[in-house]
């Protein structure tokens, strides 16, 4: 008897990205779990009705990302704020003790940035989207993605150079007069 293989869906191999993006939003696994299933459902659902021209990834981060907000609206919450470590895979090479502080540093960092800066970042720098496509995934102009990626970027780099927190997310230092 002859079996035949069958192709793998093109969703499939979207699967780890959209679980680590969801992972990123929800800092929760087993949320970001079925946020993922939620999105996967809607989008099959919505195949056949799919516009060709549109690329499936960005398609698909923005069905995530609106169910997530759907959901975060719905249920009244916000985005938890405490580390990833229990949910982040391990490297595949064990790295030395300075590594392990960074990439502890920045996953603290991370939480610490509001939603809408922390979700543009990792879809543009993590996910590779243009900014173009995380704009149409987050339905903002693209002023806007690039206003917020400046100001994400910039607040990243204080937090991970040792920097307090600034109370305002736009906060910019007062001018003082030197004599």
Not at 87 to 116: F, H, I, K, N, Y
Request: glycine share 6%; aromatic share 4%.
């Amino acid at each position: 008897m002859l079996f035949r293989s069958r192709q793998p869906h093109p969703i499939e191999a979207e699967i780890p990205r959209l679980r680590r993006f969801a992972l990123a939003l929800t800092r929760d696994g087993v949320l970001a779990d079925d946020i993922v299933q939620d999105c996967l459902e809607r989008a099959l659902a919505a195949w056949a009705t799919r516009r060709n021209e549109a690329s499936l990834r960005p398609w698909l981060f923005t069905i995530l990302h609106n169910t997530w907000r759907s959901r975060r609206t719905r249920d009244g919450s916000r985005p938890d704020s405490r580390p990833l470590d229990d949910s982040v895979d391990e490297p595949t090479q064990s790295g030395g003790q300075w590594e392990r502080m960074e990439l502890r540093d920045l996953d603290r960092a991370l939480g610490l940035l509001p939603e809408e800066q922390r979700s543009l970042l990792l879809l543009v720098v993590v996910e590779g989207l243009s900014y173009e496509e995380a704009a149409r995934v987050q339905d903002v102009p693209l002023g806007t993605v690039m206003s917020r990626l400046l100001r994400a970027r910039e607040k990243l780099r204080r937090l991970t150079d040792g920097e307090p927190p600034h109370m305002g997310d736009d906060a910019r230092p007062h001018l003082r007069r030197v004599k």
